[in-house]
């Protein structure tokens, strides 16, 4: 099965602040999927990393894979309170997508 | 966004009672799923459809069964609803599927389930 760690389970930051999430998976990953989950609300896909070192970016959030592809990172520049949600990396191993519980960010304005 | 609804989006029901969610699609992709969320778990899912009239088990199916008979539409039914199925349930659509590399799942909004 897959084993995926993601870090840190909760963060709290100040309006303005970056910041980091990471995810560490047992198994070299197909593809990596980051989404994020409003309260309440459905889950939107953010980004989509297959090859090892790729990075992507949209608007304050970038998203990178290692070469190895068994580690990603989140990082959130200038943080903003429409940030706030859950954040989820989601592994796709080629035959299914398993869901975490996730980070959770708390921004204060 | 991607266009998917879900309907009802709230829904409060009695012990042993039938309830049947939809989700629409307006996408035309080939794959649609039902999660599960409950807190403390990630998304969990219940089944899956890769094509019309095409459905198979995901790993929390006890209890539900599915239908797809267009390819906008994919039914949840619970036959006779238990309160161990009080939870939020999501509806996600993909283009490609499970075993031909799977693509990005889009999630419609969710509908809340009670069952009293």
């Known amino acids: 099965s897959q084993e995926l760690e993601q870090s840190p389970q909760s963060l709290i930051v100040q309006e303005g602040k970056n910041l980091t999430i990471n995810c560490t998976s047992s198994k070299t990953l197909y593809g990596l999927y980051w989404y994020k989950q409003k309260y309440g609300e459905g889950l939107i896909f953010l980004m989509m990393l297959q090859k090892g070192g790729e990075e992507k970016s949209h608007e304050k959030i970038t998203a990178k894979l290692d070469e190895k592809k068994q580690q990603s990172s989140l990082h959130i520049t200038a943080s903003q309170p429409s940030h706030a949600g859950i954040y989820l990396c989601?592994?796709?191993?080629?035959?299914?997508?398993?869901f975490g519980t996730g980070t959770s960010l708390t921004v204060i304005p | 966004d991607a266009g998917i609804t879900q309907s009802p989006r709230h829904k409060v029901t009695e012990t042993g009672t039938p309830v049947t969610l939809r989700c629409h699609q307006t996408e035309n992709h080939r794959y649609m799923y039902w999660y599960r969320q409950d807190p403390g778990h990630g998304l969990r899912l219940i089944h899956y459809?890769?094509?019309?009239?095409?459905?198979d088990k995901g790993e929390v199916s006890d209890g539900y069964s599915v239908s797809r008979s267009k390819t906008e539409d994919f039914l949840l039914t619970l036959e006779s609803a238990t309160s161990s199925q009080t939870s939020v349930y999501f509806c996600?659509?993909?283009?490609?599927?499970?075993?031909?590399?799977?693509?990005?799942?889009?999630f419609g909004p969710g509908t809340r389930l009670t069952v009293l």
């Open positions: 996600a659509i993909s283009e490609r599927g499970r075993g031909g590399g799977t693509d990005t799942q889009y």
């Open positions: 989601v592994p796709n191993t080629g035959n299914q997508f398993y």
């Open positions: 459809s890769y094509g019309v009239k095409d459905t």
